[in-house]
């Protein structure tokens, strides 16, 4: 690289003219033949480093978590933490109910916001174990992000990818600030990420022809779970999942009338959750 920094004495100014072989091309390729880098690069520590750094990523998420399990609905979004917390004491009084108490639309404060696939596990946990309401809320929350390693390494299993790709996936989501602080409210986000990305493997079956029934049936149940929990959350990856089954078709067939055949089983069984 020495020769990219060359300078002329004469003039004491950057030799233009060697300069311009400069590339960010060229850096990589030097890097790439340089023997002691590839020595670091291949050492066997880097592949035990990773699973170390997921580890340390779970530990401080369930730090996080537990450390604060106990802390009253009164940090940021206290409103909605609030209003999804009535939603399972007033199951835990009166039983459930489809226009279940929430407080956003007036008397008589009955209306199904959205399905309380979420609440409904609070609630059930605090009737089992008579832990405090507060705690039990963060507890699924944080259960909930924990999960989503599970469809992460089912994705990465189907692409055939590195080894390493669904622990550095870990990694980055239980370190990311505001995942681990959603991770610890009273609050549906985790588990409308979770039932969206457990959908993921499945659509991929679908799009491959592969798994059958079996697979199909396991897009519909969590597919349909993510929608009714948050359909903001899972209706757009639904439709990017139909624009994909479409994509791959014409890109293996092209635009014809058996293209479309093969195309209307796996947006069919996109559709119900929708539906």
Not at 102 to 110: H, Y
Not at 261 to 269: D, K
Request: charged content about 10%; hydrophobic content about 55%.
């Amino acid at each position: 690289m020495s020769k990219f920094l060359l300078i002329n004495f004469r003039s004491g100014q950057p030799d233009l003219n060697a300069m311009s072989d400069f590339s960010f091309c060229s850096v990589l390729a030097g890097l790439r033949t340089n023997d002691t880098l590839q020595r670091i690069r291949n050492a066997a520590f880097w592949s035990y480093s990773v699973y170390l750094l997921a580890a340390a990523a779970f530990l401080f998420c369930t730090y996080i978590a537990f450390r604060y399990v106990q802390q009253p609905l009164a940090d940021a979004h206290a409103f909605r933490q609030t209003q999804t917390a009535l939603t399972s004491f007033w199951m835990l009084k009166e039983g459930w109910a489809l226009a279940y108490q929430t407080p956003v639309a007036g008397f008589p404060w009955a209306i199904p916001f959205e399905f309380p696939i979420y609440q409904i596990m609070v609630a059930a946990i605090v009737t089992v174990s008579g832990c405090q309401l507060e705690a039990a809320g963060r507890f699924v929350s944080y259960a909930f992000l924990m999960a989503c390693a599970w469809p992460a390494f089912g994705l990465s299993k189907r692409l055939d990818l590195p080894r390493s790709v669904p622990w550095v996936f870990c990694t980055l989501l239980w370190t990311s600030p505001m995942n681990v602080y959603w991770g610890r409210t009273f609050m549906i986000e985790t588990a409308a990420l979770f039932f969206t990305l457990a959908c993921l493997p499945f659509a991929l079956d679908l799009i491959r022809r592969a798994g059958g029934a079996r697979s199909a049936l396991w897009f519909v149940v969590f597919a349909s779970a993510a929608v009714l929990q948050k359909s903001t959350t899972g209706g757009p990856v639904l439709l990017f999942l139909s624009m994909a089954v479409v994509f791959v078709q014409m890109r293996q067939t092209g635009l014809s009338f058996q293209a479309a055949r093969h195309m209307l089983y796996p947006v069919a069984v996109i559709c119900i959750p929708l539906v």
